[in-house]
């Protein structure tokens, strides 16, 4: 069975935590550079990714992330994708830089504009795949090595960068466990990321 | 009420996102700004601090208009605000303004004292107080997306908030391991709907996240707060009423995230400069309290 690390520094890591648990993986709440060492992939969760900037600047952790995702799997969800992204917009802020790609911060508007939709078109398989979006970000530029797996009003929603997984909605606050499943299945496999 | 209904997910979904943050109380622009730099997952826009609002007394009303817009302006979080019990106007007012949650609040004045805003006929999602389960069992059913022990706000004294907490965490205990035909009768006793009640008795918690307020202080507060059960914390008077607010707004943030870590918090509580001044909650006139306005 994979350890799956969850950053739990803010957000809804625990919702992750169990989408992992409901998918066949053991989980490790990440607070400190120490847990990555013993973890085989990594979870961002949605939260606020300016919060959770700075709680991994005050504890050390965002060279140890960084270079985590170099070698190993990392799936972020919004703030998480926030998080990855090499380029952020609304405003510009730092982030761990690991897959070639622009996002835009509170691109659908405030929490007004949140919503639950119905995705039919998907590479998940059969069924369609419900996704909760909470004030999120939109992906405006896919490049190197991505491939959009799921879009939404023609925006990319859900992103495989090799090894690596980000979603701008919120799987892990469905029933449906199938992009915790494909995140899952890409530990160990060696197929390369973006970096 | 159907929890499973979207419209209540998305809101409970924000809620989902604060979990294990720090929501901080401002009044301008300028406090936005410290708060979202020392790490705050949202603010809570209001016109005075429940500290000042205590001391200076009067009519305690949602803020103005103008503040709320500056704030929503500077900072990318989540603005909240606050409206008083009862007055759903206001609450109009600011699910028009697009503020991201709605604070009905027993810091303001209220203004209706016997019904409160019956939340499920708006978009925008609410967090309310309680002291207690069935307190909070109310305000859920009235469509309350969050709830938030009351504690006693701008006492800078946790003792309220811990009892509020421990209460609420007991009840919760104490439903879970009744039989189904005594839930009926603990569904009268705690002045709750059936079907709610049932939720907690089935599932250990409520159908909605639960944070801590009214009177988180230091950083070993907030430990305190989240060891006793709490999701996340508000923080009102204690940052912007102490002597180094940039400081100790940093400070509750590392305490909250490591709360269960003493060194952490132990580092986190050094060289800090003067918490506000507290007030015990036993001297505070019953006509005071803040905790006692609704139900």
């Known amino acids: 069975m994979p350890t799956v690390g969850v950053l739990a520094l803010q957000g809804d890591y625990e919702a992750h935590a169990g989408a992992l648990r409901r998918a066949g993986a053991g989980v490790v709440e990440v607070r400190t550079a120490e847990e990555p060492q013993r973890i085989d992939a990594l979870v961002i969760p949605g939260g606020e990714s300016t919060s959770m900037l700075k709680l991994m600047d005050y504890y050390g952790l965002f060279e140890p992330l960084r270079q985590f995702g170099l070698r190993k799997p990392v799936f972020g969800t919004c703030a998480g994708a926030i998080l990855l992204a090499k380029e952020v917009l609304n405003p510009s802020q730092p982030s761990l830089d690991l897959l070639d790609m622009a996002v835009e911060r509170n691109a659908y508007g405030r929490q007004l504009d949140s919503r639950v939709v119905i995705l039919s078109g998907h590479s998940l398989g059969d069924g369609d795949l419900e996704a909760v979006f909470i004030r999120a970000p939109i992906i405006r530029r896919v490049g190197q090595g991505g491939e959009v797996l799921a879009s939404y009003l023609g925006d990319p929603v859900l992103v495989q960068f090799g090894r690596h997984l980000v979603a701008t909605f919120h799987p892990e606050l469905s029933s449906d466990n199938r992009v915790h499943a494909r995140f899952l299945a890409k530990i160990g496999n060696g197929s390369n990321g973006a970096k | ?295």
């Open chain 2, 1 to 295: 009420m159907n929890y499973l209904d979207d419209a209540f997910r998305v809101k409970v979904g924000l809620a989902e996102m604060l979990k294990g943050g720090v929501i901080m109380d401002v009044t301008d622009a300028k406090q936005a700004v410290i708060a979202e730099k020392a790490g705050a997952c949202a603010v809570m826009a209001l016109e005075r601090v429940p500290a000042d609002i205590r001391k200076e007394g009067g009519v305690a009303r949602m803020a103005a208009i103008s503040k709320i817009r500056e704030i929503m302006a500077t900072t990318s979080i989540p603005v909240m605000a606050k409206v008083r019990i009862g007055h759903f106007a206001e609450a109009r007012v600011l699910e028009a303004l697009e503020v991201d949650y709605i604070d009905e609040s027993e810091v303001l004045t209220p203004a209706d004292e016997e019904h409160h805003v019956w939340k499920r006929d708006f978009k925008v999602p609410f967090v309310c107080g309680c002291r207690n389960l069935g307190e909070a069992l109310r305000r859920i059913a009235e469509g309350a997306a969050m709830i938030r022990t009351k504690g006693e706000a701008g006492s800078g004294n946790i003792v309220e908030a811990v009892r509020h907490m421990r209460t609420i965490i007991r009840e919760m205990k104490q439903l879970t391991v009744l039989a189904q035909d005594e839930i009926m009768a603990e569904a009268k006793r705690l002045q709750a709907p059936l079907e709610l009640v049932e939720y907690v008795h089935q599932n250990g918690k409520l159908p909605v996240p639960n944070f801590s307020a009214g009177g988180i202080a230091t950083p070993a507060d907030a430990a305190l707060a989240r060891l006793l059960g709490a999701e996340a914390i508000f923080v009102g008077s204690g940052i912007f009423k102490s002597s180094d607010p940039e400081k100790r707004a940093k400070a509750i943030v590392k305490a909250n995230t490591h709360y269960n870590d003493p060194k952490a918090v132990l580092e986190a509580s050094e060289e800090l400069g003067d918490a506000m001044p507290g007030l015990d909650v036993r001297q505070i006139p019953e006509s005071d309290l803040l905790q006692t306005r609704g139900w």
